[in-house]
């Protein structure tokens, strides 16, 4: 959920919790007037009956009573009742009509205000008029009175509340849009950068504090990028100090090492040539001895092969690839296929011999933690990326946290390419992915 959709959410929310506060207010009030009715009517009802002496000449009038309850009814607010009696009137109860709140409120909402609100309660006052003697009046409320009066204002307040809420959402929806507008551009920014992208800039633009962010946001991106540059020019660096120590190392096991075991092997073939016919057990341990010279000389071919860097300036990627491919074909009598779709007249050497290296070290994993029957290589180059693909059906597994040389050594060639490295567990074997980006291809050095 985006965050302009919760502060919009947030605002709805709010301003239907405001309009059910002012609702409850206007019903609140409507029960406030009429306890404010109530005791003015009792005021002016008391009024009434202390003035009544000036008719105190026709109280034997048999019209007295009614005249005294019609000037009762003139001062009465509408839904007020009043009971009172006089010394020559007996108790009565009137009640004023309440037509002007117009339609009964409904029985839901009489309930509803009923258990709300409390009803206006009964007053009560006594008196004496000059010549008529005590009186005593009870004022009250109709309920349903009261509760119409609750209904008639709520709806108005309805009304005014649903015409100022439509207002305050439309336009407080559009002015939060409208200010968060820079929000969506920032979280795209920093989920590129999340994703390796550190080309990925953040217009400036919206509120200030929101061009502060996305200020922030490119001056980390740079930073990023600067940082990343960095450490692919220290790891390349690397890189390059290992193939020159490969270098040295093939040069000396062949110069020092290889002399050495060709110089045994001609010693152990000599002595058992010395021994033929008359010491069968030296013959037999020279024979030994030969035997295990060249099975030294096969693994240090073997270790030759892996650390001399391929001839890719003379034959070149693809066909060094397929050397090295058949030559493991040929060892292991294991089926090895490259698929080549690439330019290479726009690869660097240093990236040529990257990819080789990498090739190289997933093909011996393979052959070293597994029995494949196929491994299929795959390099192919699009538009903006190159692609490299080894998948084996060997069952190796993966390796955990603890990661051998040669993975930290593809890991650390792919990241001096700049690019994207993908292992993972396929259902016979290993597949390795690696995407290198077109143009760093071509501007490494």
């Known amino acids: 959920m985006s965050l302009r959709f919760r502060l919009v959410f947030t605002l709805w929310l709010v301003t239907a919790l405001a309009a059910a506060i002012t609702l409850g207010l206007a019903a609140a009030d409507a029960y406030r007037t009429a306890r404010s009715d109530t005791q003015t009517t009792l005021t002016r009802a008391s009024y009434v009956l202390e003035r009544n002496y000036h008719m105190e000449p026709r109280v ?150 929101f061009g502060q962010i996305a200020q922030a946001v490119n001056h980390l991106a740079e930073r990023l990028k600067a940082s990343a540059e960095q450490s692919r020019a220290l790891t390349r660096k690397l890189i390059e100090v290992e193939d020159v120590e490969r270098r040295q190392l093939a040069r000396d096991l062949h110069d020092e090492f290889g002399q050495t075991l060709t110089a045994t092997a001609a010693l152990a073939a000599s002595m058992r040539f010395a021994a033929a016919g008359d010491r069968p057990d030296i013959e037999r341990d020279a024979a030994d001895v030969g035997a295990n010279i060249r099975n030294m000389m096969d693994c240090l071919r073997g270790a030759f092969a892996r650390l001399r860097p ?81 998948e084996d059906d060997g069952g190796g597994k993966l390796a955990g946290e603890r990661r051998g040389h040669g993975i930290l050594g593809i890991t650390e060639r792919t990241a001096a390419m700049g690019g994207r490295l993908n292992m993972q567990q396929t259902v016979d074997g290993v597949r390795v992915d690696v995407t290198v980006p077109g143009a760093i291809v071509r501007s490494a050095a």
């Open 310 to 390: 391929p001839d890719l300036e003379e034959v070149g990627l693809a066909a060094s690839l397929r050397t090295m491919l058949n030559g493991w074909e040929t060892q292991r009598g294991t089926r090895l296929t490259l698929d080549y779709d690439l330019d290479e007249g726009g690869l660097t050497d240093a990236v040529a011999l990257d990819l080789y290296r990498i090739v190289q070290e997933c093909v011996t994993n393979a052959m070293r933690h597994g029995a494949p029957k196929h491994v299929r290589v795959i390099l192919r180059q699009s538009e903006d990326d190159i692609t490299l693909t080894v």
């Open 60 to 209: 034997g009038d048999p019209l007295y009573a009614e005249m005294t309850s019609i000037k009762l009814l003139g001062v009465m607010a509408p839904g007020t009742c009043i009971r009172f009696d006089q010394r020559m009137i007996s108790e009565r109860r009137l009640c004023a009509g309440w037509q002007v709140f117009g339609q009964i409120a409904p029985g839901w909402f009489r309930d509803l205000a009923g258990r709300m609100f409390e009803p206006p309660a009964s007053v009560v006052r006594s008196g004496s008029a000059s010549q008529s003697g005590a009186f005593r009046v009870e004022a009250s409320f109709d309920p349903v009175a009261a509760a119409t009066l609750a209904w008639q204002r709520t709806r108005l307040a309805l009304w005014q509340t649903l015409a100022m809420a439509a207002g305050v959402l439309l336009l407080g929806s559009a002015a939060i849009v409208w200010r968060l507008g820079p929000v969506r551009g920032i979280v795209s920014g920093l989920d590129r950068l999340a994703r390796g992208d550190l080309d990925a800039r953040v217009e400036l633009g919206g509120a200030r504090e």
